[in-house]
């Protein structure tokens, strides 16, 4: 039996049960989603997006599947404190793929998101409190007939996180999501956020990822964004797990006229990565900034895939991604402007800069524009390399002892990227563990029990 047969057949058998435990918008493309994952199966690396990360390989783990949405014994509150100083979030966890609404302070942070008048929690529970809401962005941006393993995610996936902001709100504090892997057998997560930012609104979004190191995970994540009119997202993205963790993460952007979007997505820690990027600028003069670091080290294996879709012209996007590798990682970095017929005045800049520390690891670079507009700034490049050996032996030669030479260089390597970060107390946190992570120092957030120790 192939590995996608095992799937089918679950979903045939189980369908009922998925569709009774979640709502009418997420039913609605379950039987279409499947049908496409029949057709195509998982990706493997024979499809152009996947030359460097064969999925159906790491589906091949015989994972339990939490299908009926069992609830576990395992409150993330008294688990996890974020120590980011002097920051003050709202502060949700998905645990596995279900949203956690087990302690009060989850009530207590919907109602006080909800005086601003924004809806946010369980994407199970708003879709059935307002069907309506959910229905009209719910599987719009995502592109589950094209990527088989968003068609997947979208079969199966029950829960995740809500958050909508009305007109010309701006949310007191940012939005953290907390998503955590933590069970007593191998496990296979698929969840589901969606994000509704309406004209004039401002967002500032965290998510982070923690596993436990007891089992094996994969996790399937697709997060769809819907920026609006005027409308300003600042998304930070932190995957800080383990060796046993196979992440899937899937973002979908749409952009409307003047609106405001960055996006950073920092892989700190990881076991094995894809993270996939798709962001359509509808609107003119919409922006568009998108940045990414990736740290790998043993044999991790980290690969950014992006794509954004210049609809209209006067937008702009800048794009920045670096890797630093040693040992025998991998990291891989495909990138893709498209820039459509009509889309004059258009600005695009993409950037994909990397640091290949030991000779057995590897870096695959594949950045490139799609230009059909002839009024157009647009530039790309990428260079692999190793650590300046002239600014090494300048820094050896003034006492500073080669290890400490090569962490410097390589934090000030990975600083442009961090410097991104808008928010004052997560970029002073970032450039701590970034650093801590270069010396290879074992550290947790906060008050962490052995969730990730």
């Not at 998108?290 to 294996?301: E, L, Q, R, S, T």
């Amino acid at each position: 039996m192939s590995v996608e047969q095992s799937y089918i057949d679950i979903y045939n058998q189980m369908a009922d049960k998925v569709k009774a435990q979640s709502s009418a918008p997420l039913n609605a493309l379950r039987d279409d989603a499947m049908k496409a994952f029949a057709e195509r199966g998982f990706p493997t690396k024979r499809w152009e997006d996947f030359q460097r990360t064969d999925l159906k390989e790491r589906y091949a783990t015989n994972y339990g599947i939490n299908l009926t949405q069992f609830n576990i014994d395992f409150n993330p509150y008294s688990a996890f404190k974020c120590d980011v100083q002097a920051i003050k979030s709202h502060l949700f966890f998905v645990v596995n793929d279900v949203f956690y609404c087990g302690d009060k302070k989850v009530d207590d942070e919907i109602a006080a998101l909800a005086k601003q008048g924004i809806v946010a929690g369980s994407l199970r529970k708003v879709a059935k409190e307002h069907p309506e809401l959910v229905e009209k962005y719910y599987g719009k941006a995502a592109k589950w007939d094209v990527d088989t393993t968003v068609a997947f995610n979208t079969a199966f996936a029950q829960d995740g996180f809500f958050i909508y902001v009305p007109k010309n709100v701006e949310i007191d504090s940012p939005i953290q999501i907390i998503n955590v892997m933590n069970a007593d057998l191998d496990l296979m997560a698929t969840s589901r956020n969606l994000v509704v930012v309406e004209e004039g609104a401002k967002l500032q979004l965290l998510v982070c990822g923690h596993a436990s190191k007891k089992f094996n995970y994969l996790c399937n994540r697709v997060t769809e964004v819907f920026v609006n009119n005027y409308g300003t997202l600042e998304m930070y993205k932190l995957e800080d797990s383990q060796d046993c963790m196979t992440n899937i993460g899937s973002l979908f952007i749409q952009q409307q006229a003047d609106s405001n979007v960055l996006v950073n997505e920092i892989t700190l820690k990881n076991g094995f990565t894809r993270n996939n990027i798709d962001v359509a600028l509808l609107g003119e003069h919409a922006e568009l900034s998108m940045c990414g670091m990736a740290i790998g080290d043993g044999n991790k294996h980290i690969d950014n895939h992006t794509f954004v879709d210049h609809k209209v012209g006067h937008c702009k996007t800048t794009e920045l991604y670096k890797y630093i590798l040693n040992d025998e990682s991998v990291g891989s970095f495909d990138g893709k402007i498209l820039v459509n017929k009509g889309s004059q005045k258009t600005e695009a800049y993409q950037n994909n800069r990397n640091i290949v520390v030991t000779p057995t690891a590897k870096m695959y670079t594949k950045p490139h524009l799609e230009i059909y507009a002839d009024d157009v700034k647009c530039s790309h490049g990428a260079a692999v390399g190793q650590l300046d050996k002239d600014a090494l032996f300048y820094m050896q030669s003034r006492g500073i002892p080669e290890a400490e030479a090569r962490m410097l260089l390589m934090v000030a390597f990975a600083n442009d990227v961090i410097e991104n970060i808008k928010i004052e107390a997560l970029r002073t946190r970032m450039h701590m563990l970034v650093e801590r992570r270069f010396r290879g120092e074992t550290y947790t957030c906060g008050a962490c029990t052995d969730i990730c120790k």
